[in-house]
């Protein structure tokens, strides 16, 4: 397994979510949920199946209505300017599946131009370079690709957008290992060019190997955080017993994740 | 961005899905097929008036060579009387297809020449035709429905939906955007056999215009039903089942709601009531002293009172006195079953601002002159000239002039 160079030295905040409380349904989905995601910053989101992690990406867009707290992008408020929040973040929706009667530099030039970015057939090329995916399969359409291949196209298309915050959601979930570790070094690559990064997964062993932070979502609580320093990964096998923990505390049972 | 670019993008999209190319094709041929079938039937009709308008001149000349007084000339020459299909009845058949649009009336009591009609098979004007205004009015409406009821719903099924939404500036537009485009495509699509064949027909330009913009508003009000109803965060077959509900009230059941209501409300005499009253005053003529009829006869044409019937043999100008009398004694009727006829089409076109489906068919129907109220027209015209050959004859048959057959050419013309 690849060791990554965790830290960049950005100190900007440019996400905070503060005491978030969100209710579905009539039901309490997220409470007092705060955490902070700086510049250059892997903040990973652990919990199991209802833990509240996509609820807490889709709170960040402004797609779900926040009962009380607050989530600020760059200082601001997203609830102010949900159109200019979104215009700072790159979203990576699970199993993200772009459309395939287009191939993927047709899908990438589409996409690129919903968001109002400019498009170049060179810098596409190299963003799809960067995640690695075959030239040859770049004029072919996505129906034919594997769901690995599909979510490479989707990660360059983040890299492209070239936003301040990316958004991963359950980025990992069904690629293969060395698929993961691919992500996992382009996601630390995009960090350490100043992206700051949440992303949700269940993903233990995943989940310590990149992220900076990482903090552990339980019923809609944040019930810990872990931190890496200068000289030091997360442990996994700690982050491991406390997620072990929530689960036995819940009764549920909590498949360990690992690559 | 501009928005001539995000227009330029959206319609490349487009016209990479296969489904819209598939969908856009399957309209063109139901359009060629509805406006090619409707233009076959116009041109066939044209042809049937235009071939009896020769055999009613040749017929009526054949007839007329042998007739050797006023009276055996007014009854056996026959007159073509006809509604020729306007330039646009390609479009909408309308009610061509069940009421009558040409006739071979002689100076008889009129009433029961002016209902009669081809024998046609019920079964088929119980289906309808498939016309352009058909197609358009029901069968539009439900292929928006499958192209747009999951314009969210496939995106979210997909994934997309909040990548989508996330990416793009302003959400609203682009999903409206992307809905009109589909929609302006089907227009295209749809209008494109009417246009041509409309050139072909020599339609003119301002009702070929007003046609195709009263489909544009139309579809423009599914496309917004559709968009509207694809907003609500339900799942695409639930959304499906919603506009499909949405369809067969508007389409079937508020017009067949509102027929039953009108036809209840507003009563009309049933034709063959005016036609047995018509048939039995005249058949009892034929029992009654001639007097007592021709004074009936007077009463209302004191022009002709100095004319005196022969007592003991016929005489034409009793018998067609006797006909009239027989077209008057109905007038009540008539007067009753035609204003009824036209009261039910008022309210019908009333309540089809409840019914869009049937609101088009009307108006595409009333554009090409195949409604009640051109029917109604027609059938006022037919009177008009049944009229005319009385006061051709009449001067003749109860002035007691010699018959003279060169003045026959001045029978008057429908």
Redesign the interface.
Known sequence: MVGYQLHSGFNTMQLQAQSLCVARSGKDVLSGVSFSVNAGEVYALLGGNGAGKSTTLLSVLGFLPIASGRIRISNKEVSCDIAAARQAISYLPESASLYEHLNANENLDYFLQLAGNATCQQAMSAALDQVSLAPEVRLKKLRTYSKGMRQKVAIALAILRDTDILLLDEPTSGLDPSAIDEFHHTVRELANKGKAILMVTHDVYGACQVADKIGLLHGGTLVGEFSATDNERINTETVHRAFSATAHTSKTTLATQGP | ?SVL?VFT?EVK?AA???TLWLWLIVVLLLSTLAVGSGFIEVKHQNATIQRLIDADKQDRLTEFETVKSWGSAAYYGFHLTYAAPSNFAYAAMGLRDTQPWKHRVRMLALEGQIYERDVGNPSVALIGRFDFAFLAAFIMPLILILLLHDLKASEKT???F?????????PLF?WLLRASLRAGALFLSLVAPLVIAGIIARTVPATLALASLLVFAYLIFWTMLCFLTSAWRRSGSVILMSLFALWIGTAVLVPAGAKLAIDRWVPVPAGADILMLQRETVNAAWDLPKDVTMQTFFTGHPEWASYTPLKNSFDWPWYYAFQQVGDEKTGHLTAAYNNGRLLRARLTAWASFLAPPSLLERSLQWLAETDMNASLRYEKKVRAYHSKLREFYYPYLFGNEPFDKAALKNIPDF
């Open positions: 961005m670019n993008r999209f990479k899905d296969r997909a994934g997309r909040y990548l989508i939404e996330a990416t793009v500036g302003q682009f």
